[in-house]
């Protein structure tokens, strides 16, 4: 059986630790990466870093984390997006091991 897999788009660096730390904390599940990316309107955000956190686990304890991630990443700088894909398809899962940091 596949793992779910949580993506919480983030601003900031300290943000998407505090986040994947939180989300650690909250639930069985496995940090898989912690991605940055400076989109083309960095000046106009509130913060210039777009920072990518991938969480793995069940469906349920990947929607636990994605809560708790999201409620401390809100707390310092904001959310992004955030997605949860319950089964991902093995092209899907090649993309998930992909890393920028």
């Given at each position: 059986m596949r793992e779910a897999a949580g993506i919480l788009e983030v601003f900031g660096c300290v943000a998407a630790f505090v986040a994947a730390d939180a989300a650690a904390k909250a639930a069985n599940v496995r940090i898989e990466s912690i991605d940055k990316n400076k989109p083309a309107n960095a000046d106009a955000?509130?913060?210039?870093l777009i920072t990518c956190l991938k969480i793995r686990g069940s469906v349920a304890d990947v929607n636990a984390a994605m809560d708790a991630a999201e409620e401390a990443a809100n707390s310092i700088t904001g959310v992004v997006t955030r997605y949860v894909i319950p089964a991902p398809s093995e092209d899907t899962e090649k993309m998930l091991r992909l890393s920028a940091i």
């Amino acid at each position: 059986m596949r793992e779910a897999a949580g993506i919480l788009e983030v601003f900031g660096c300290v943000a998407a630790f505090v986040a994947a730390d939180a989300a650690a904390k909250a639930a069985n599940v496995r940090i898989e990466s912690i991605d940055k990316n400076k989109p083309a309107n960095a000046d106009a955000l509130p913060v210039p870093l777009i920072t990518c956190l991938k969480i793995r686990g069940s469906v349920a304890d990947v929607n636990a984390a994605m809560d708790a991630a999201e409620e401390a990443a809100n707390s310092i700088t904001g959310v992004v997006t955030r997605y949860v894909i319950p089964a991902p398809s093995e092209d899907t899962e090649k993309m998930l091991r992909l890393s920028a940091i």
